[in-house]
């Protein structure tokens, strides 16, 4: 278990680091946008990225 957590980990460590390695400035212009949304459209999308992430390791296991 803890072999797939470390994984998934690391895995995720990579998939965010693509964007700041190939856009930095995209990423800051995305960073400002973020920072003038409301707290509800924040929330609203982290609960869409944590059911779609939830959807897609049931999907794959």
Request: proline letters at 3%; charged letters at 15%; glycine letters at 6%.
């Amino acid at each position: 278990m803890w072999n797939d957590l470390l994984a998934a980990f690391g895995l995720m460590l990579v998939l965010e680091g693509i964007l700041p390695f190939l856009s930095p400035s995209r990423l800051r212009q995305t960073w400002i946008r973020m920072a003038n949304l409301e707290d509800r459209a924040l929330r609203l999308i982290g609960l869409a990225s944590m059911l779609l992430g939830l959807l897609t390791l049931y999907a794959f296991r």
